[in-house]
């Protein structure tokens, strides 16, 4: 399926975290977009861009829209494109600083163009009804962790996981339970992860998430 390709990007105004997509409860209510955090680079691995492509094609199987930071290199540009070749919709959110680091996308479903990080950030959160990092670096981490804590905070009440590409995210996974033997961590909140290497078995259970009682 061919995709016309993005226009003159369009500038979004900031949004407050725990937004959600128009007409759209929150939650998994209404579940047709999932924002995905992911690195620049595509690793050392070529599983890794394998993974990622076989993410973005059973996203779009399923129906759902991919929300991402609209760049075309390393395994952001991965997902995009194998979401938009198996026929999805992608959406791309892309600050003034990174449009010619990061390189553009500009065959994606929209893309917008944003002036700072924080807004970058803010948009994708409202545009996701869920939140998934794959492998990636800093960013990503970054990325992870303040979607992880909003929810935590109660400013959304979305998913948020972990595609765990050959157990990429185990040394991470470790920490959080020190944190929680450690008493720093709810067992509670560690449980509230999503968390698996098989793209079918991720959308069932964000597709499946509650926010806990």
């Keep these: 399926m061919s995709h016309d390709p993005a226009t003159t990007p369009t500038s979004a105004p900031p949004h407050a975290p725990g937004g959600t997509l128009a007409g759209s409860p929150g939650g998994n209510a209404a579940f047709g977009s999932l924002t995905v955090f992911t690195g620049s680079a595509s690793g050392a691995d070529p599983d890794y861009t394998t993974a990622t492509r076989d993410l973005g094609v059973a996203l779009a199987a399923a129906g759902f829209s991919v929300v991402y930071g609209g760049a075309t290199v390393g395994l952001m540009g991965q997902i995009a494109d194998a979401a938009l070749e198996a026929g999805g919709e992608v959406h791309g ?17 929209s893309l917008e163009l944003v002036p700072d990080m924080h807004t970058r950030k803010s948009r994708m959160a409202e545009l996701g009804d869920g939140f998934l990092a794959l492998p990636g670096g800093m960013g990503t981490l970054e990325e992870f962790f303040e979607v ?3 929810q935590y905070l109660g400013l959304h009440a979305k ?8 157990g990429f995210w185990d040394p991470l996974l470790s920490m959080v339970d020190h944190m929680v ?6 067992p509670a909140r560690r449980d509230a992860l999503v968390i698996s290497a098989d793209p ?3 959308i069932h259970q964000l597709r499946a998430w509650t926010p806990a009682g």
């Design 93 to 109: 959110v892309i600050p003034e600083v990174l449009m010619n680091r990061e390189v553009a996308h500009q065959g994606l479903t």
């Design 159 to 166: 998913p948020v996981g972990l595609y765990n590409v050959k």
């Design 148 to 150: 992880w804590t909003w």
């Design 200 to 202: 079918q078995d991720l």
């Design 181 to 186: 033997a450690q008493g720093f961590m709810s």
